[in-house]
């Protein structure tokens, strides 16, 4: 079936439509869950609540643009909607002013190449949750540091400062990686 058809058959709520739809995208969206959760059950459910977003919602894609595109963006929103609803931990801290060794974003030494996608991911699974939040939207979802304050209710500076964090974190985290 071609995208458009999957698309309309979604929007009558057709079963059929709608788990071929769930098997073309959810490998893709499945990584952008792992990305955003802790672990592998969390980023399970929110899997299952964004694909059931998507259905609730799927009649207010107007065939404008990437429909992929479309569904990323529900479950990034949907991934960031969970993290700002977990109040007891403090996820964000300090602006830019605070952090005092800016030579940490220099690139990691090595190459890494010898890492698999699994062991990567699993180096930003393990990112305190501001950081790898901040991360995720920075690096991967290219989102400006102007828009992660917006998103997520934080200044820019800090925006900036959890990214240089979690990058160096993962730095010595594949410096870590090569010791072994």
């Known amino acids: 079936m071609e995208e458009l058809q999957l698309i309309e058959g979604c929007k009558r709520q057709d079963r059929k439509s709608q788990q071929l739809v769930y098997e073309k995208y959810a490998r893709v969206m499945y990584g952008i869950c792992l990305r ?10 929110l899997l299952q609540d ?9 009649n207010s894609f107007e065939n404008k643009g990437s429909f992929e595109g479309w569904m990323k963006r529900i479950f990034v929103n949907l991934a960031l909607e969970n993290i700002r609803k977990d109040k007891t931990k403090k996820m964000y801290s300090d602006d830019i002013e605070n952090v005092s060794d800016l030579d940490i974003i220099d690139e990691a030494e090595g190459d890494i190449d010898g890492i698999t996608e699994d062991e990567l991911l699993k180096m930003v699974q393990e990112l305190p949750q501001g950081y790898r939040s901040v991360f995720n939207l920075y690096a991967i979802e290219d989102y400006s540091h102007k828009e992660i304050s917006e998103m997520l209710g934080i200044a820019e500076g800090t925006s900036r400062s959890q990214y240089i964090r979690a990058r160096a974190l993962l730095q010595e985290k594949i410096k ?5």
């Not at 955003?36 to 459910?45: I, L, M, P, R, V």
């Not at 964004?50 to 799927?58: C, D, L, S, T």
């Open 36 to 45: 955003y959760a802790s672990e592998k059950e969390a980023a399970q459910d």
């Open 176 to 180: 870590e990686y090569f010791k072994q």
């Open 50 to 58: 964004g694909f059931i977003k998507v259905f609730m919602n799927i």
